[in-house]
C-alpha cells in the first residue's frame, strides 16, 4: 500500500506506466492480525485505469491504519462458510 502527499497532486495524476488516476470507491480486503480478514468499506482510493495500482491519500491511509490496528467495532460482520472435503458428510 503506497501512498502520496497532499491531495490535488494526486487528483487524477499520471501513474508511472502511463496510465491516468481514476478516484474511486473500493472494498478493501487487508490480512489483519485479530481476524483473517478485514474489509474496509467506502474507501476514497485512486486506481490506474493501466496497470491497476492503487494510491490513498494520507488522511485515508491513517484512517485504514486506525481502523485495522485499533480497536474499533466493526460496522458489520461477515461469516465465511469453511468446507472441508475430508468431511464424510454430503454439502448442499
Ligand atoms: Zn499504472
Do not use: K, W
Not at 496510465?19 to 473500493?26: D, K, P
Not at 480486503?29 to 492503487?54: M, Q, S, Y
Not at 491511509?61 to 486506525?66: A, S
Not at 485499533?70 to 468446507?83: E, S
Request: proline share 7%; net charge negative.
Amino acid at each position: 500500500m503506497e501512498a502520496y502527499q497532499g491531495h490535488a497532486e494526486g487528483l487524477h495524476s499520471r501513474c508511472a506506466c502511463g496510465g491516468q488516476y481514476q478516484f474511486v470507491t473500493i472494498v478493501l480486503t487487508l490480512p489483519d492480525a485479530h481476524l483473517p480478514r478485514a474489509v474496509v468499506r467506502n474507501v476514497p482510493a485512486e486506481i490506474c485505469d493501466c496497470c491497476g495500482e492503487t494510491l490513498f491519500s494520507m488522511p485515508i491511509t491513517v484512517r485504514l491504519m486506525q481502523v485495522l490496528h485499533g480497536n474499533a467495532q466493526p460496522d458489520d460482520v461477515l461469516i465465511t462458510p469453511v468446507y472441508d472435503l475430508n468431511h464424510n458428510t454430503s454439502i448442499g
